[in-house]
């Protein structure tokens, strides 16, 4: 089944404690992105990486971290999160070559941060 | 990255009830997509629209693109629960064709 995983789908931390979410997916893909939905502020992007190695900046990257060493992983990272940061995140796949059909969404994962 | 303003932030209609949310933006979009998202769900997507003034249809759900291509909306027609969720347009970036910014979503109320 095609599909983006993200694990966690909930995390409870404390602040500083640096954390990972994973992401994967098994379409292909060559692009991949990071957003954080907030009440009232719809999806917001946090990085996007266009393929292996190539990553960038959206609109909300303050205290996060990605990288993209393969083409199905793209993990996010908080070095040292903050309770701002407590969220629910999204990561979002698509573009198999040229063609976008929209973008695969995972189950998300619910950060909270104490 | 490009903004797109989404009205209304929330929608509560009676069952049978038609609904549209509009998407709306100062400059001219090189296509739009819609997304929907149930309660404690993700995004799914539904639909792209990338020609002036196109329209289409998905069973009661009706997606329309300007002919300016500065708006979009989507209707339902007769909402069942089931249409129960959060609407979200989403453009691409003009300076990055592969980059979306959403909207901020529409959250519909489907009152039994």
């Known amino acids: 089944e095609a599909q983006v995983t993200q694990n966690p789908r909930y995390l409870i931390t404390v602040t500083g404690k640096k954390l990972t979410v994973t992401c994967s997916q098994n379409?292909?893909?060559?692009?991949m992105s990071w957003y954080r939905q907030d009440p009232g502020l719809g999806l917001r992007q946090i990085y996007y990486s266009m393929n292996v190695e190539v990553t960038d900046k959206g609109d909300v990257p303050e205290g996060y971290k990605v990288s993209r060493k393969e083409k199905r992983n793209f993990p996010l990272i908080l070095e040292s999160p903050s309770p701002n940061q407590t969220s629910l995140y999204f990561c979002?796949?698509?573009?198999?070559?040229?063609?976008?059909?929209?973008?695969?969404f995972g189950s998300g994962t619910r950060l909270t941060v104490v | 990255g490009q903004q797109v303003m989404q009205i209304p932030q929330y929608q509560h209609v009676q069952e049978g009830e038609d609904f549209t949310t509009y998407c709306n933006s100062s400059t001219t979009l090189s296509n739009i997509q819609w997304y929907k998202q149930r309660p404690g769900g993700h995004p799914v997507f539904l639909i792209q629209l990338v020609k002036s003034g196109e329209v289409k249809k998905q069973k009661r759900l009706t997606f329309q693109f300007g002919e300016a291509k500065k708006n979009s909306s989507l209707h339902i027609t007769a909402t069942q629960t089931t249409d129960v969720g959060t609407y979200f347009c989403a453009v691409r970036d003009s300076g990055s064709a592969r980059q979306l910014t959403f909207g901020s979503g529409t959250q519909l109320t489907v009152l039994p």
């Open positions: 379409m292909n893909h060559e692009y």
């Open positions: 979002a796949s698509g573009y198999r070559g040229d063609v976008f059909y929209g973008y695969t």
